[in-house]
């Protein structure tokens, strides 16, 4: 069955250092990758979009990599700072079709 | 910026019982979405709808389940009869051009509970 997991529950990162949190899929081909940030009680909140023929994306401190021959991606957050606590989805979409497909989230703890 | 709006924030509901939860996508978007999330659990697909028909759906959504938009900005979820494990947040979503081009905007939810 397809699978999406995201490398641990819970991180916690020192403010100023790079988090680096992992996406990894099994039996998927998925053709676009999102990450989303949610907030407790929250919606998801859209961060970055990579498609499956872009091995990476950034944007201002976050960077997303994908690499298909893997079925993995990485999200990195550089600099990070107490406000970008908040636990990080990742999610997968197939071609030709709109079921986007989210893992299980890592809660990341950026401590003072 | 626009936002997906869910109402009601919190609905309460006995066993068996018919829910109607509201949303009102963002209003040039074209695809609108329903997703729930289990206490402690991942965000789950339930249905994707576009062009006035559900394009895709879930083992989840049943026949208990339906969408509908009724007048062009609202997209309603109905359970017609709910059973306890329908406990759970309650996210709507819309998107400009589908989850291959562009994001899903989420609103806040609607936390249902069922007793």
């Known amino acids: 069955s397809q699978k999406i997991e995201q490398n641990s529950e819970a991180l916690n990162i020192q403010e100023g250092k790079t988090a680096t949190l992992t996406c990894n899929y099994t039996n998927y081909s998925p053709a676009y990758l999102q990450w989303y940030r949610q907030d407790p009680g929250r919606g998801p909140v859209f961060l970055l979009l990579i498609r499956e023929n872009e091995k990476e994306k950034r944007k201002e401190r976050l960077k997303v990599t994908f690499d298909t021959t893997l079925k993995q991606s990485l999200f990195h957050i550089t600099a990070s700072q107490p406000a970008d606590s908040a636990t990080y989805l990742c999610a997968l979409l197939g071609f030709g079709n709109e079921k986007l497909t989210f893992g299980t989230g890592t809660r990341l703890t950026i401590i003072p | 910026e626009p936002e997906v709006t869910q109402t009601p924030s919190h609905q309460v509901t006995q066993m068996g019982q018919e829910v109607i939860l509201r949303c009102v996508p963002i209003s040039n978007h074209l695809y609108f979405y329903w997703y729930r999330q289990i206490l402690g659990q991942k965000v789950e697909f339930l249905v994707s709808?576009?062009?006035?028909?559900?394009?895709?759906k879930s083992e989840i959504f049943d026949d208990q389940f339906s969408v509908e938009r009724p007048d062009g900005s609202n997209f309603t979820l109905k359970i017609r009869s709910t059973k306890l494990e329908d406990s759970a947040m309650y996210f709507c979503?819309?998107?400009?051009?589908?989850?291959?081009?562009?994001?899903?905007?989420f609103g806040n939810g609607t936390r249902l509970t069922v007793t």
């Open positions: 979503a819309s998107s400009l051009a589908g989850g291959k081009n562009s994001p899903l905007h």
């Open positions: 709808f576009y062009n006035n028909e559900i394009s895709e």
